[in-house]
């Protein structure tokens, strides 16, 4: 039987296709270190273990609201000048907040601005929108080139999207970017969308950011965060987006027939970890230097831009390729070789890279790179 095209040109997730690769090596007897994974080793904050066993066990097992529970939108909400609950929207990770607003704001044929190196789900999320993903390298530091932006801007263009502190480099931008990007935005009529799930992690004497401090840009602004890193929540899927305008009632609109409310216990932990979090500064800490330390060992091997944000490194492994050979072919031969494993940077538009994530612990690190020293 034939499947709908927008599925058979979509490519799997390149991050998701290495566990199974993974878990075969490791059923025959290989040791792997996994550099590819994309969430802190950090355990998930005990306040937020409780608040989400007392509400499973008090009975919070039912539908509730399509935009989140009300105590959480509205503690949500606080954090936005400007904003009330009705403008939050609770999603099942940022990753469902991403797609859900693309489907809102894009028509067939529009267009969105993607900077790359990026994400690797943003390019197949505007597809399935029935836009186009329209890239623009960054330049060689990893920040915006925003006269590059500029020049590809036209009819079709709705949207550029913006990921600070940026997966898979690190880099963050500063203030002065996204005031760049708000006069883009004012003159051309479009939205900005602010991914800002890694912004917390943010190192010294940099501090985090959000797009929402610049009241020139929150009529077409959409900043979307997620409890997954700065909680340690990966697998609890919650995340959550605020806008102003009507746009949060079209997404609640939206979510009402795709998956109905986000797990309405697990929102009672997502409450407990909205308040302070008093385990960023320790996390901040040793991921600083976990940062510190891979960067050194990485810069033996490769070149590599310093990281001033979230928790990857991300660096040039050309000169190590073979002749007709991809980052892609080369992270596997490392994996199967050295049984450590990385993403390539294919995976994010930028190929002839690798992405190594150094929150996994000192030993781990140690170890990976004592392989690689020794294969390459």
């Known amino acids: 039987m034939r499947l709908a095209q927008r599925v058979t040109g979509l490519d799997a997730s390149p991050t998701a296709a290495l566990i199974p690769l993974m878990r075969d090596l490791r059923e025959k007897g290989q040791d792997v270190i996994n550099l590819a994974i994309g969430e802190p080793a950090f355990a998930t904050p005990a306040p937020v273990l409780t608040a989400t066993v007392q509400a499973l066990q008090g009975g919070f097992t039912r539908y509730d609201a399509t935009g989140g529970v009300a ?24 990753k469902q907040a991403l797609f859900s607003i693309f489907q809102a704001i894009c028509d067939a044929g529009d ?5 790359v190196p990026c994400w690797v789900s943003f390019a197949a999320q505007i597809r399935l929108a029935g836009a186009e993903p329209v890239s623009v390298p960054c330049r060689s530091d990893h920040q915006l080139d925003l006269a590059a932006i500029e020049r590809v801007i036209g009819p079709r263009t709705r949207a550029i999207i913006v990921n600070s502190p940026n997966n898979p480099t690190g880099a963050v931008y500063p203030r002065q970017t996204f005031q ?17 799930a890694y912004r917390d992690f943010v190192y010294s004497p940099r501090k985090p950011f959000s797009a929402w401090s610049l009241s020139e ?13 700065t909680a340690a929540m990966t697998g609890f899927r919650v995340g959550y987006l605020a806008a102003s305008g009507d746009l949060p009632r079209a997404l609640e609109g939206l979510q009402s027939h795709l998956c109905g409310n986000v797990c309405t216990f697990v929102q009672h932990g997502a ?45 040039d492994v050309r ?53 690689l020293r020794k294969s390459l």
């Not at 267009?111 to 900077?115: A, D, F, R, T, W």
């Not at 990007?181 to 003159?187: G, H, T």
């Not at 991809?326 to 390539?344: C, M």
């Open 71 to 94: 105590a959480l939108r509205a503690k949500l909400a606080a954090a936005f000048e400007g904003l009330g609950a009705e403008n939050i929207v609770v999603t099942n990770g940022a």
């Open 111 to 115: 267009e969105v601005i993607l900077p």
């Open 180 to 196: 760049a990007l708000a006069a883009l935005a004012q003159a051309n009529d479009l939205w900005i969308i602010a991914d800002e």
């Open 271 to 315: 409450l407990a970890a909205s308040e302070e979090l008093p385990w960023m500064k320790s996390w901040l800490a040793e991921l600083d230097d976990l940062r510190r330390f891979a960067l050194a060992q990485t810069r033996s091997l490769f070149e590599c831009t310093e990281p001033r944000g979230a928790f990857y490194l991300f660096p």
């Open 217 to 229: 840009l929150r009529d077409r602004l959409i900043v979307v965060r997620s409890f997954s890193k």
């Open 319 to 371: 000169r190590r390729l073979a002749p007709g050979q991809g980052s892609g072919d080369f992270a596997l031969d490392l994996l199967r070789q050295t049984g450590v494993a990385t993403v390539p940077g294919e995976a994010f538009g930028a190929p002839g890279h690798l992405r190594i994530c150094y929150a996994v612990g000192r030993e781990k690190l140690a170890d990976a790179f004592q392989r």
